[in-house]
T-cell receptor
């Protein structure tokens, strides 16, 4: 398996523009997580899905952020309109609901977003 | 106060030294404790996983959990320059798959 795939790897955009980040989880994984990482705030969970259904979006900073998972192999995180404070590395991770506790999350390479 | 506290460092030690990385937490319901390693410009990857209290050893790495003190540790023996990375602790109460993360400690092993 190729692991979690994210695109684009780097995104530079101007304030006010719409940004869409994409993620393909590992096949067979039924949990998908979107994180944001900054030096100041560390790794923050934004939202997570189970079987394509959003379970907890309390980490989404504001209405400018939205996430969808239309099927088991694809998810998007959209920021509209973008602001300079959204600059961060955005990670997608997936995990599988296996017998017994399993908390290993497999992370993608991240999307480095810069909003100018 | 954060649920999980971790010193961000950086922690710089010479090659071959024993490294001790630590996290404290406040939620007594946490039962699952993990250490993730993150290399520069990469995503975190699971290094060690421990359930409840006790020790777990894997090669040069040892994870310890002291639930009475709400304190977890990761020890690295015979540290190598390739161990230079950011180490994040993460934990869960087990009711769902959501992890609570520490800030991460940046570790630098000097040759």
């Amino acid at each position: 398996d190729a692991g979690v795939i994210q695109s684009p790897r780097h995104e530079v955009t101007e304030m006010g523009q719409e940004v869409t980040l994409r993620c393909k989880p590992i096949s067979g994984h039924d949990y998908l997580f979107w994180y944001r990482q900054t030096m100041m705030r560390g790794l923050e969970l934004l939202i997570y899905f189970n079987n394509n259904v959003p379970i907890d979006d309390s980490g989404m900073p504001e209405d400018r952020f939205s996430a969808k998972m239309p099927n088991a192999s694809f998810s998007t995180l959209k920021i509209q309109p973008s602001e300079p404070r959204d600059s961060a590395v955005y990670f997608c991770a997936s995990s599988v609901n296996s017998p017994g506790p399993s908390y290993e999350q497999y992370f993608g390479p991240g999307t480095r977003l810069t909003v100018t | 106060q954060k649920e999980v506290e971790q010193d961000p460092g950086p922690l710089s030690v010479p090659e071959g030294a024993i490294v001790s990385l630590n996290c404290t937490y406040s939620n007594s319901a946490f039962q699952y404790f993990m250490w993730y390693r993150q290399y520069s410009r990469k995503g975190p990857e699971l290094l060690m996983y421990t359930y409840s209290s006790g020790n777990k050893e894997d090669g040069r790495f040892t994870a310890q959990v002291d639930k009475s003190s709400k304190y977890i540790s990761l020890f690295i023996r015979d540290s190598q320059p390739s161990d230079s990375a950011t180490y994040l602790c993460a934990m869960s109460a087990g009711s769902n798959y959501q992890l609570i993360w520490g800030a991460g400690t940046k570790l630098i092993i000097k040759p």
